[in-house]
T-cell receptor, first 113, second 114 residues
Framework: GEDVEQSLFLSVREGDSSVINCTYT??????LYWYKQEPGAGLQLLTY?????DMKQDQRLTVLLNKKDKHLSLRIADTQTGDSAIYFC?????????????FGQGTTLQVKP | NAGVTQTPKFRVLKTGQSMTLLCAQD?????MYWYRQDPGMGLRLIHY???????AKGEVPDGYNVSRLKKQNFLLGLESAAPSQTSVYFC?????????????FGQGTRLTVV
């Protein structure tokens, strides 16, 4: 099917690690993305991973990709209250003349002080 | 460099009225998208365009039409608004999907249909 699936809600304490999971369906997706949406705002790109990579680290963010299971995760180390937001995973589908960007439902991350 | 600009930011419509949402980007991007965001359902793709003069249906196209007459603009039209179209609408643009490319989003249009 078309779905990119995410759990809807995650609550962590400040300083803990957060892990947000995502499953996707299109094995031909070239890039997979994580976007962040703060209240009342549009989405901003956090990080991305190319489909031939297993892991990518970017400061406090670690992206893990399991192509066999079509599973993507985002780990945020030392989570801060400013990380509270909705996090969306997205996959790019298709070629340059037919492609589109498909998003999951979004995971609301709540960080408690 | 304004990025992606959506107008209007807020609108209230009566059932049956029509309106057009405008999206403008100044980054010379080929791809443009219209999404709607509803609680618990995330972003759903309404229509998209891979270049000037082309449009394609997304996941939830019914009740909407689009046009891409100029590369920098992507218009979303509601011919006869229904309460089910109450939502927050986001426009986005990107270069293409063959290489890593970030999608840039507008700030959203909050539409209420009463």
């Amino acid at each position: 099917g078309e779905d990119v699936e995410q759990s809807l809600f995650l609550s962590v304490r400040e300083g803990d690690s957060s892990v947000i999971n995502c499953t996707y369906t299109d094995s031909s997706s070239t890039y997979l993305y994580w976007y962040k949406q703060e209240p009342g705002a549009g989405l901003q790109l956090l990080t991305y991973i190319f489909s031939n990579m297993d892991m990518k680290q970017d400061q406090r963010l670690t992206v893990l990709l399991n192509k066999k299971d079509k599973h993507l995760s985002l780990r945020i180390a030392d989570t801060q209250t400013g990380d509270s937001a909705i996090y969306f995973c997205a996959e790019s589908r298709g070629s340059s003349n037919t492609g589109k960007l498909i998003f999951g439902q979004g995971t609301t991350l709540q960080v408690k002080p | 460099n304004a990025g992606v600009t959506q107008t209007p930011k807020f609108r209230v419509l009566k059932t049956g009225q029509s309106m057009t949402l405008l999206c403008a980007q100044d980054m010379n991007h080929e791809y443009m998208y219209w999404y709607r965001q509803d609680p618990g359902m995330g972003l759903r793709l309404i229509h998209y365009s891979v270049g000037e003069g082309t449009t394609a249906k997304g996941e939830v196209p019914d009740g909407y039409n689009v046009s891409r007459l100029k590369k920098q603009n992507f218009l979303l039209g509601l011919e006869s608004a229904a309460p089910s179209q109450t939502s927050v609408y986001f426009c986005a643009s990107s270069h293409n999907l063959d290489e890593n490319t970030e999608a840039f989003f507008g700030q959203g249009t909050r539409l209420t249909v009463v």
